[in-house]
């Protein structure tokens, strides 16, 4: 498509050595986790939106309560959590959205990184607006129209253009060059994170205000502020090959799971339950609204529902 799982120390420290500029090739190296005093160890690559944490809370739970691992995680943007994994500073990505660059570098040519399969959840990015506002305005779910509600949806961080809200630059957006070339009056504006942008959308829908913003399914908020996309020009395979170029909505995408290669070979029971590791976008929500809308900790809302879902993970187990 998207609250944080606390890292641990080490992990922080290994997230700082991620963002370093060394050019050096470690795509041999282990994870400095690997085999911790004799411990079975497995590093989880946790993004920073709420469905991803849901994941990796799971998928932690169930490691080390079923199949005794400790598990560390580590937050890591999209793309540097394919450098991560394919240096083996990680051991798997649970949710990608798809990154063709990234698949082709790791997985066909330098085979540092193996698919995981699929995590069961098929993820859509799109432009929302607020029902209430599409409601009242029919015609602004078609993007011809778009730049007639312009002035109802400026604010003071767009610049006299319309809003459109995104949330991280390092998410996957296609916005500025959808702007630019669909010949729209609007002004991307970053959040910043998608707890911020989540905020900044309650309020507007709290005041009834009108709002336009990137979003994406399976997110929980839309059972809390429900939300009607705005028809982009159809995607067509290729149509978004140049990001310059693109001028096409956003395709819908089975999410997909990746892990270091040498994990995914030798990493026992450990890799064989994450290929295992599959469910529903219901399963996914369920948890993502324990986390952000109850405000559990991950690892209290991974084991309510493990507690209740034993027939699904069940079948995880090797």
């Not at 500029?21 to 939106?49: E, H, I, R, Y």
């Not at 911020?196 to 009834?208: G, R, V």
């Not at 809390?224 to 982009?232: A, I």
Request: glycine share 6%; proline share 5%; aromatic share 10%.
């Amino acid at each position: 498509m998207r609250v944080r799982v606390t890292t641990a120390v080490a992990s922080a420290a290994v997230l700082t050595l991620l963002t370093g500029c060394g050019a050096a090739d470690m795509t041999k190296q282990a994870s400095p986790f690997a085999n911790a005093q004799g411990a079975k160890t497995v590093t989880l690559s946790v993004q920073s939106w709420v469905g991803a944490q849901a994941n990796v809370a799971v998928a932690q739970y169930l490691l080390e309560h079923e199949l005794g691992y400790r598990v560390d995680t580590v937050q890591v943007d999209e793309v540097p959590a394919w450098d991560a994994l394919s240096q083996g500073r990680v051991d798997a990505i649970l949710e990608d959205w798809g990154h063709p660059e990234q698949e082709q570098r790791y997985v066909e040519d330098k085979k540092t990184i193996a698919p995981g399969g699929d995590l069961g959840v098929t993820g859509h990015i799109g432009w929302f607006v607020p029902t209430y506002f599409a409601k009242k305005h029919p015609d602004v779910t078609n993007w011809k129209n778009l730049n007639k509600y312009a002035d109802l949806l400026r604010t003071a961080e767009s610049g006299g253009k319309g809003q459109l809200l995104d949330g991280s630059p390092s998410y996957v957006t296609n916005d500025k060059a959808l702007v630019k070339n669909l010949d729209l009056d609007y002004q991307v504006v970053f959040a910043g994170s998608e707890a911020a942008q989540i905020t900044q959308m309650q309020q507007f829908a709290k005041e009834k205000k009108p709002f336009l913003s990137y979003w994406y399914t399976p997110q929980w908020l839309m059972e809390k502020v429900p939300m009607t996309e705005v028809k982009l020009p159809p995607y067509e395979e290729g149509c978004d090959a140049d990001p310059a170029k693109v001028d096409c909505a956003y395709p819908v995408t089975p999410l997909q799971k990746y892990l270091n290669a040498d994990f995914a070979k030798n990493g026992g029971d450990a890799a064989e339950f994450l290929k295992n590791f599959t469910w529903t976008t219901e399963d996914q929500n369920e948890v993502s609204l324990m986390i952000a809308e109850k405000k559990m900790r991950p690892q209290v809302a991974a084991e309510k529902w493990v507690d209740s879902h034993e027939s699904v993970w069940k079948k995880w187990l090797p």
